[in-house]
Protein backbone atom coordinates (compact mmCIF):
# COMPACT_ATOMS: atom_id res chain seq x y z
CA UNK A 1 0.00 0.00 0.00
CA UNK A 2 1.23 3.40 -0.72
CA UNK A 3 2.50 5.73 1.76
CA UNK A 4 -0.25 8.03 0.01
CA UNK A 5 -3.03 5.43 0.25
CA UNK A 6 -2.37 4.64 3.54
CA UNK A 7 -2.34 8.42 5.23
CA UNK A 8 -5.93 8.97 3.09
CA UNK A 9 -7.81 6.48 5.34
CA UNK A 10 -6.92 8.33 8.79
CA UNK A 11 -9.06 10.95 10.37
CA UNK A 12 -8.52 12.57 13.60
CA UNK A 13 -11.12 14.59 14.87
CA UNK A 14 -9.59 18.22 15.62
CA UNK A 15 -10.82 18.96 19.47
CA UNK A 16 -9.28 22.47 19.42
CA UNK A 17 -12.26 24.46 18.53
CA UNK A 18 -14.60 22.85 20.67
CA UNK A 19 -15.97 24.42 23.50
CA UNK A 20 -15.37 23.70 27.44
CA UNK A 21 -17.80 21.93 29.26
CA UNK A 22 -20.14 23.17 31.17
CA UNK A 23 -18.82 22.31 34.71
CA UNK A 24 -15.12 23.51 33.59
CA UNK A 25 -16.45 26.91 32.45
CA UNK A 26 -18.13 27.43 35.50
CA UNK A 27 -15.61 26.32 37.70
CA UNK A 28 -12.63 28.22 35.96
CA UNK A 29 -14.74 31.46 35.04
CA UNK A 30 -15.87 31.45 38.91
CA UNK A 31 -12.18 31.69 40.12
CA UNK A 32 -10.95 33.98 38.02
CA UNK A 33 -14.31 36.37 39.57
CA UNK A 34 -12.82 35.48 43.35
CA UNK A 35 -8.97 36.19 42.29
CA UNK A 36 -10.48 39.28 40.41
CA UNK A 37 -12.06 40.74 43.45
CA UNK A 38 -9.18 39.34 45.67
CA UNK A 39 -6.89 41.66 43.13
CA UNK A 40 -8.76 44.62 43.39
CA UNK A 41 -10.31 44.23 46.95
CA UNK A 42 -7.33 43.14 49.02
CA UNK A 43 -4.36 44.07 46.85
CA UNK A 44 -5.86 47.89 45.54
CA UNK A 45 -8.09 49.07 47.78
CA UNK A 46 -5.32 48.07 50.85
CA UNK A 47 -2.84 50.72 49.29
CA UNK A 48 -2.64 54.23 50.08
CA UNK A 49 -3.96 56.02 47.37
CA UNK A 50 -0.76 58.34 46.63
CA UNK A 51 1.03 54.80 46.87
CA UNK A 52 2.95 54.25 43.32
CA UNK A 53 4.89 50.70 42.17
CA UNK A 54 8.25 50.88 40.28
CA UNK A 55 8.94 48.04 37.38
CA UNK A 56 12.33 48.35 36.24
CA UNK A 57 12.37 47.12 32.82
CA UNK A 58 16.05 47.05 32.76
CA UNK A 59 19.37 46.79 35.05
CA UNK A 60 20.49 50.01 37.35
CA UNK A 61 23.18 51.42 35.07
CA UNK A 62 20.47 50.95 31.83
CA UNK A 63 19.52 54.65 31.21
CA UNK A 64 17.64 54.20 28.14
CA UNK A 65 15.54 51.80 29.66
CA UNK A 66 12.99 53.51 31.70
CA UNK A 67 11.60 52.59 34.82
CA UNK A 68 8.14 52.16 35.09
CA UNK A 69 5.67 53.94 37.71
CA UNK A 70 2.18 52.69 38.18
CA UNK A 71 -0.29 54.04 40.75
CA UNK A 72 -0.62 51.32 43.03
CA UNK A 73 -4.52 50.98 44.25
CA UNK A 74 -5.78 52.41 40.33
CA UNK A 75 -3.55 49.90 38.81
CA UNK A 76 -4.82 46.87 40.65
CA UNK A 77 -8.75 47.86 40.91
CA UNK A 78 -8.37 47.55 37.18
CA UNK A 79 -6.74 44.41 36.80
CA UNK A 80 -9.00 42.75 39.49
CA UNK A 81 -11.92 43.80 37.16
CA UNK A 82 -9.95 42.68 33.95
CA UNK A 83 -9.90 39.18 35.70
CA UNK A 84 -13.39 39.16 36.93
CA UNK A 85 -14.55 40.54 32.75
CA UNK A 86 -13.04 37.47 31.61
CA UNK A 87 -14.40 35.30 34.12
CA UNK A 88 -17.81 36.45 33.53
CA UNK A 89 -17.42 35.78 29.76
CA UNK A 90 -15.57 32.16 30.58
CA UNK A 91 -19.17 30.91 32.46
CA UNK A 92 -21.29 33.01 29.86
CA UNK A 93 -19.81 31.79 26.43
CA UNK A 94 -16.25 30.05 27.51
CA UNK A 95 -13.15 30.20 25.70
CA UNK A 96 -12.29 27.21 22.91
CA UNK A 97 -9.88 24.41 24.15
CA UNK A 98 -6.91 25.57 22.32
CA UNK A 99 -6.87 28.62 23.78
CA UNK A 100 -8.06 28.06 27.91
CA UNK A 101 -4.67 27.18 28.96
CA UNK A 102 -2.93 30.52 27.22
CA UNK A 103 -6.45 32.64 28.27
CA UNK A 104 -5.66 31.12 32.19
CA UNK A 105 -1.98 31.77 32.45
CA UNK A 106 -2.42 35.36 31.24
CA UNK A 107 -4.75 35.78 33.58
CA UNK A 108 -2.38 34.45 36.21
CA UNK A 109 0.04 36.52 35.05
CA UNK A 110 -1.91 39.55 35.58
CA UNK A 111 -2.83 38.48 38.66
CA UNK A 112 1.01 37.96 39.72
CA UNK A 113 1.74 41.61 38.20
CA UNK A 114 -0.90 42.89 40.35
CA UNK A 115 0.76 41.19 43.36
CA UNK A 116 4.27 42.80 42.59
CA UNK A 117 2.56 46.26 42.25
CA UNK A 118 1.25 45.66 45.97
CA UNK A 119 4.31 44.47 47.16
CA UNK A 120 6.13 47.40 45.46
CA UNK A 121 3.89 50.05 46.51
CA UNK A 122 3.46 48.99 50.00
CA UNK A 123 7.16 49.14 50.24
CA UNK A 124 7.67 53.02 49.90
CA UNK A 125 8.30 52.17 46.19
CA UNK A 126 10.48 49.41 45.84
CA UNK A 127 11.77 48.49 42.59
CA UNK A 128 10.79 45.66 41.40
CA UNK A 129 13.01 43.93 38.63
CA UNK A 130 11.00 42.95 35.60
CA UNK A 131 13.64 41.67 33.61
CA UNK A 132 15.72 39.91 35.55
CA UNK A 133 12.60 38.04 36.94
CA UNK A 134 11.53 36.88 33.60
CA UNK A 135 15.02 35.94 33.24
CA UNK A 136 15.21 33.59 35.84
CA UNK A 137 11.54 32.77 34.58
CA UNK A 138 13.16 31.64 31.08
CA UNK A 139 16.08 29.76 32.65
CA UNK A 140 13.51 27.56 35.16
CA UNK A 141 11.06 26.95 32.30
CA UNK A 142 13.76 25.61 29.36
CA UNK A 143 13.89 22.45 31.05
CA UNK A 144 10.73 21.46 32.15
CA UNK A 145 9.52 22.55 28.48
CA UNK A 146 11.75 19.97 27.00
CA UNK A 147 10.74 17.12 29.36
CA UNK A 148 7.14 18.03 28.75
CA UNK A 149 7.81 18.13 24.22
CA UNK A 150 9.27 14.38 25.86
CA UNK A 151 6.07 13.36 27.48
CA UNK A 152 3.78 14.94 24.64
CA UNK A 153 5.94 12.75 22.11
CA UNK A 154 5.79 9.86 24.33
CA UNK A 155 1.83 10.01 24.98
CA UNK A 156 0.56 11.05 21.56
CA UNK A 157 2.29 7.73 20.53
CA UNK A 158 0.44 5.70 22.83
CA UNK A 159 2.77 5.24 25.85
CA UNK A 160 2.93 6.56 28.96
CA UNK A 161 6.20 9.00 29.81
CA UNK A 162 6.25 8.95 33.79
CA UNK A 163 10.30 8.51 33.71
CA UNK A 164 10.89 12.00 32.40
CA UNK A 165 12.72 12.70 35.48
CA UNK A 166 14.83 9.71 35.34
CA UNK A 167 15.54 10.82 31.65
CA UNK A 168 16.61 13.80 32.47
CA UNK A 169 18.33 12.76 35.64
CA UNK A 170 20.21 10.49 33.73
CA UNK A 171 20.90 13.08 31.06
CA UNK A 172 22.74 15.61 33.44
CA UNK A 173 25.06 12.93 34.66
CA UNK A 174 26.16 11.99 31.33
CA UNK A 175 26.38 15.75 29.58
CA UNK A 176 28.46 16.77 32.96
CA UNK A 177 31.14 13.56 32.75
CA UNK A 178 31.33 14.05 29.05
CA UNK A 179 31.68 18.03 29.41
CA UNK A 180 34.23 16.95 31.94
CA UNK A 181 36.25 14.61 29.98
CA UNK A 182 36.77 16.76 27.12
CA UNK A 183 37.26 20.52 28.85
CA UNK A 184 35.92 23.53 27.10
CA UNK A 185 33.13 25.04 26.07
CA UNK A 186 33.47 22.46 22.79
CA UNK A 187 33.35 19.58 25.70
CA UNK A 188 30.28 20.95 26.79
CA UNK A 189 28.28 21.03 23.50
CA UNK A 190 29.33 17.60 23.40
CA UNK A 191 27.97 16.99 26.92
CA UNK A 192 24.39 18.03 25.17
CA UNK A 193 24.50 15.41 22.75
CA UNK A 194 25.88 12.70 25.64
CA UNK A 195 22.67 13.90 26.79
CA UNK A 196 20.54 12.87 24.61
CA UNK A 197 22.23 9.84 24.41
CA UNK A 198 21.89 8.87 28.01
CA UNK A 199 18.16 10.07 27.77
CA UNK A 200 17.56 8.39 24.76
CA UNK A 201 18.95 5.11 25.88
CA UNK A 202 16.74 5.35 29.03
CA UNK A 203 13.94 6.03 26.69
CA UNK A 204 15.06 2.70 24.68
CA UNK A 205 14.42 1.18 27.86
CA UNK A 206 10.90 2.38 28.52
CA UNK A 207 9.84 1.57 24.88
CA UNK A 208 10.85 -2.14 24.87
CA UNK A 209 9.54 -2.87 28.49
CA UNK A 210 6.19 -0.93 27.39
CA UNK A 211 5.56 -2.08 24.06
CA UNK A 212 7.13 -5.34 23.61
CA UNK A 213 6.46 -6.61 26.97
CA UNK A 214 3.74 -4.74 27.94
CA UNK A 215 4.84 -3.73 31.36
CA UNK A 216 2.03 -1.37 33.14
CA UNK A 217 3.42 1.98 32.10
CA UNK A 218 2.73 4.17 35.22
CA UNK A 219 4.45 1.31 37.11
CA UNK A 220 7.92 0.80 34.72
CA UNK A 221 7.61 5.05 35.03
CA UNK A 222 8.07 5.40 38.76
CA UNK A 223 10.38 2.25 38.61
CA UNK A 224 12.73 3.56 36.20
CA UNK A 225 12.82 7.03 37.65
CA UNK A 226 14.00 5.10 41.26
CA UNK A 227 16.52 3.26 39.09
CA UNK A 228 18.09 6.59 37.15
CA UNK A 229 17.88 8.07 40.99
CA UNK A 230 20.11 4.77 42.42
CA UNK A 231 22.99 4.66 39.31
CA UNK A 232 23.67 7.99 38.86
CA UNK A 233 23.77 8.55 43.06
CA UNK A 234 25.82 5.22 42.45
CA UNK A 235 28.10 6.51 40.04
CA UNK A 236 28.49 9.72 41.43
CA UNK A 237 29.51 8.68 44.62
CA UNK A 238 31.86 5.87 43.11
CA UNK A 239 33.56 8.36 40.20
CA UNK A 240 33.11 11.59 40.13
CA UNK A 241 32.82 13.01 43.83
CA UNK A 242 36.68 11.21 43.74
CA UNK A 243 37.73 12.90 41.14
CA UNK A 244 36.16 16.46 41.16
CA UNK A 245 38.38 18.16 38.63
CA UNK A 246 38.73 15.74 35.99
CA UNK A 247 35.22 14.12 36.16
CA UNK A 248 32.64 16.36 37.18
CA UNK A 249 34.02 20.29 36.68
CA UNK A 250 32.22 20.66 32.75
CA UNK A 251 32.49 24.39 31.67
CA UNK A 252 29.30 26.68 31.67
CA UNK A 253 27.77 27.23 28.71
CA UNK A 254 28.34 31.13 27.46
CA UNK A 255 25.44 32.99 26.53
CA UNK A 256 25.04 33.42 22.81
CA UNK A 257 23.75 36.93 21.60
CA UNK A 258 21.93 37.31 18.28
CA UNK A 259 23.35 39.75 16.51
CA UNK A 260 21.28 43.22 16.56
CA UNK A 261 18.09 41.30 17.98
CA UNK A 262 20.18 40.60 21.65
CA UNK A 263 20.69 44.82 21.58
CA UNK A 264 16.75 45.45 21.52
CA UNK A 265 15.79 47.30 24.91
CA UNK A 266 13.95 44.29 27.26
CA UNK A 267 13.60 41.57 24.60
CA UNK A 268 16.95 40.85 23.78
CA UNK A 269 18.38 40.31 27.36
CA UNK A 270 15.28 38.09 27.81
CA UNK A 271 15.17 35.99 24.87
CA UNK A 272 18.18 36.57 22.60
CA UNK A 273 21.38 36.62 25.37
CA UNK A 274 20.97 32.49 26.35
CA UNK A 275 22.75 29.44 25.89
CA UNK A 276 22.47 26.82 23.37
CA UNK A 277 20.51 24.72 25.06
CA UNK A 278 17.69 27.23 25.58
CA UNK A 279 18.26 28.27 21.44
CA UNK A 280 17.64 24.30 21.22
CA UNK A 281 14.74 24.38 23.23
CA UNK A 282 13.29 27.57 20.98
CA UNK A 283 14.25 25.43 17.92
CA UNK A 284 12.10 22.15 19.33
CA UNK A 285 8.75 24.14 20.16
CA UNK A 286 8.61 24.93 16.84
CA UNK A 287 9.54 21.78 15.41
CA UNK A 288 7.13 19.29 17.48
CA UNK A 289 4.37 21.77 17.26
CA UNK A 290 5.02 21.85 13.22
CA UNK A 291 5.49 17.97 13.17
CA UNK A 292 2.81 16.84 15.18
CA UNK A 293 0.30 18.75 13.74
CA UNK A 294 1.44 19.77 10.16
CA UNK A 295 3.38 16.59 8.98
CA UNK A 296 2.57 12.74 7.91
CA UNK A 297 4.56 11.93 10.61
CA UNK A 298 2.17 13.15 13.33
CA UNK A 299 -0.79 12.41 11.71
CA UNK A 300 0.47 8.63 12.01
CA UNK A 301 2.01 9.73 15.49
CA UNK A 302 -1.62 10.99 16.67
CA UNK A 303 -2.60 7.86 14.78
CA UNK A 304 -0.98 5.49 16.86
CA UNK A 305 -2.05 7.52 19.93
CA UNK A 306 -6.14 7.45 18.93
CA UNK A 307 -6.67 4.62 16.84
CA UNK A 308 -3.76 1.99 17.09
CA UNK A 309 -6.30 -0.31 15.61
CA UNK A 310 -7.48 1.81 12.47
CA UNK A 311 -3.84 2.63 12.26
CA UNK A 312 -2.44 -0.54 11.77
CA UNK A 313 -5.37 -1.21 9.18
CA UNK A 314 -4.62 1.46 6.79
CA UNK A 315 -0.70 0.31 7.03
CA UNK A 316 0.94 2.36 9.02
CA UNK A 317 3.48 -0.24 11.69
CA UNK A 318 2.00 1.09 15.26
CA UNK A 319 4.87 -0.70 17.07
CA UNK A 320 8.06 0.95 15.25
CA UNK A 321 6.05 4.57 15.48
CA UNK A 322 5.75 4.05 19.26
CA UNK A 323 9.32 2.82 19.26
CA UNK A 324 10.86 5.92 17.15
CA UNK A 325 8.87 8.80 19.33
CA UNK A 326 9.08 7.12 22.68
CA UNK A 327 13.27 6.73 21.96
CA UNK A 328 13.15 10.95 20.41
CA UNK A 329 11.42 11.60 23.75
CA UNK A 330 13.79 10.66 25.54
CA UNK A 331 16.42 12.57 24.15
CA UNK A 332 14.50 15.15 24.15
CA UNK A 333 14.45 14.87 27.98
CA UNK A 334 18.31 14.37 28.67
CA UNK A 335 19.17 17.28 26.72
CA UNK A 336 16.18 19.27 29.47
CA UNK A 337 18.96 17.07 32.04
CA UNK A 338 21.67 18.42 30.56
CA UNK A 339 20.79 22.00 31.31
CA UNK A 340 20.71 21.11 34.93
CA UNK A 341 24.88 21.09 34.89
CA UNK A 342 26.22 22.03 31.67
CA UNK A 343 23.51 24.82 31.19
CA UNK A 344 23.46 26.18 34.16
CA UNK A 345 25.27 24.68 37.97
CA UNK A 346 28.40 23.35 35.97
CA UNK A 347 28.44 19.90 38.12
CA UNK A 348 26.10 16.93 38.74
CA UNK A 349 24.77 16.76 41.93
CA UNK A 350 22.38 13.48 43.36
CA UNK A 351 19.15 14.04 42.26
CA UNK A 352 19.61 17.60 40.66
CA UNK A 353 16.73 17.62 38.81
CA UNK A 354 14.95 18.22 42.21
CA UNK A 355 11.30 17.06 40.76
CA UNK A 356 11.35 18.93 37.49
CA UNK A 357 10.64 15.80 35.39
CA UNK A 358 7.26 15.49 37.03
CA UNK A 359 6.24 19.59 37.19
CA UNK A 360 6.81 19.02 33.50
CA UNK A 361 4.46 15.88 33.07
CA UNK A 362 1.88 18.07 34.82
CA UNK A 363 2.74 20.49 32.36
CA UNK A 364 2.15 18.19 29.11
CA UNK A 365 -1.15 17.23 31.02
CA UNK A 366 -2.12 21.23 31.92
CA UNK A 367 -1.27 21.97 28.32
CA UNK A 368 -3.47 19.64 26.86
CA UNK A 369 -0.81 17.46 24.87
CA UNK A 370 0.07 20.31 22.82
CA UNK A 371 3.21 21.60 22.65
CA UNK A 372 2.10 25.76 22.54
CA UNK A 373 -0.37 24.63 25.53
CA UNK A 374 2.50 22.60 27.26
CA UNK A 375 4.57 25.83 27.03
CA UNK A 376 2.42 28.41 28.52
CA UNK A 377 2.13 25.67 31.31
CA UNK A 378 6.02 25.49 31.75
CA UNK A 379 6.09 28.74 32.03
CA UNK A 380 3.44 29.16 34.67
CA UNK A 381 5.68 27.11 36.42
CA UNK A 382 8.67 28.38 36.27
CA UNK A 383 7.71 31.79 36.86
CA UNK A 384 6.33 30.95 40.12
CA UNK A 385 9.50 29.33 41.30
CA UNK A 386 11.33 32.39 40.10
CA UNK A 387 9.08 34.36 42.17
CA UNK A 388 10.02 32.82 45.55
CA UNK A 389 12.91 35.31 45.64
CA UNK A 390 11.10 37.96 45.45
CA UNK A 391 7.87 37.43 47.23
CA UNK A 392 10.77 36.37 50.51
CA UNK A 393 12.51 39.67 50.07
CA UNK A 394 9.29 41.84 50.31
CA UNK A 395 6.84 40.01 52.14
CA UNK A 396 8.20 38.70 55.45
CA UNK A 397 5.02 37.84 56.70
CA UNK A 398 4.48 34.51 54.73
CA UNK A 399 6.93 31.73 56.30
CA UNK A 400 10.20 30.71 53.52
CA UNK A 401 8.86 26.99 54.09
CA UNK A 402 5.28 28.32 52.61
CA UNK A 403 6.89 30.11 49.70
CA UNK A 404 9.02 27.45 49.03
CA UNK A 405 5.84 25.31 48.62
CA UNK A 406 4.53 27.49 46.10
CA UNK A 407 5.12 26.18 42.65
CA UNK A 408 4.26 22.85 44.03
CA UNK A 409 0.59 23.97 44.93
CA UNK A 410 0.53 25.73 42.10
CA UNK A 411 1.10 22.83 39.93
CA UNK A 412 -1.60 20.69 41.81
CA UNK A 413 -4.37 24.04 41.65
CA UNK A 414 -3.27 24.07 37.63
CA UNK A 415 -3.70 20.22 37.34
CA UNK A 416 -6.52 19.35 39.87
CA UNK A 417 -8.29 22.48 40.45
CA UNK A 418 -8.51 24.69 37.74
CA UNK A 419 -8.29 22.44 34.36
CA UNK A 420 -10.84 19.87 35.65
CA UNK A 421 -11.16 16.92 33.84
CA UNK A 422 -8.82 16.20 30.82
CA UNK A 423 -8.78 13.75 27.86
CA UNK A 424 -5.50 12.10 27.12
CA UNK A 425 -4.46 10.37 23.84
CA UNK A 426 -7.50 7.52 23.31
CA UNK A 427 -4.81 4.73 23.39
CA UNK A 428 -2.23 5.90 25.89
CA UNK A 429 -1.27 3.62 28.02
CA UNK A 430 -2.56 0.84 26.48
CA UNK A 431 -0.55 -2.10 25.13
CA UNK A 432 -1.07 -2.99 21.45
CA UNK A 433 -0.84 -6.27 20.13
CA UNK A 434 -2.10 -7.89 16.42
CA UNK A 435 -4.47 -10.51 16.79
Given at each position: M?????DEGLVIAPTHALPESRARRIGSGTFLIVLGVLVAVFLGFTLDSSATAHLRLGAPDAAHVPTIVLPGRISNV????????????QIAVGFPR???????????????????????????????????????????????????????????????????????????????????IIGSQFGSAVGIVAGAVAGALLGAMLAVFAIRYAVNQVVLGVVLNVFAAG??????????????????????????????????????????????????AYVLIAVVDIWLFRTRWGLRTRAVGEHPRAADTVGIKVLAMRYRNVIIGGAIAGVGGAYFTVGSVGQFQKNITVGDGFIALAAVIFGGWKPIGALWAALLFGFTTASQTLISQYVSFIPSNGVAMLPYLVTILAVAGLIGKVTPPAADGQPYTKE
Amino acid sequence: MSTATADEGLVIAPTHALPESRARRIGSGTFLIVLGVLVAVFLGFTLDSSATAHLRLGAPDAAHVPTIVLPGRISNVVIGLILAVVGIYQIAVGFPRQRFVPMLSTCLGLATLGFFIWMSARGSGAEIDVVGLFVSTIALTVPLILGALSGILCERSGVINIAIEGQMLFGAWASALIGSIIGSQFGSAVGIVAGAVAGALLGAMLAVFAIRYAVNQVVLGVVLNVFAAGMTGYLYDAFMQPHTESLNNPAILNPINIPLLSDIPVIGPLFFQANLIVYIAYVLIAVVDIWLFRTRWGLRTRAVGEHPRAADTVGIKVLAMRYRNVIIGGAIAGVGGAYFTVGSVGQFQKNITVGDGFIALAAVIFGGWKPIGALWAALLFGFTTASQTLISQYVSFIPSNGVAMLPYLVTILAVAGLIGKVTPPAADGQPYTKE
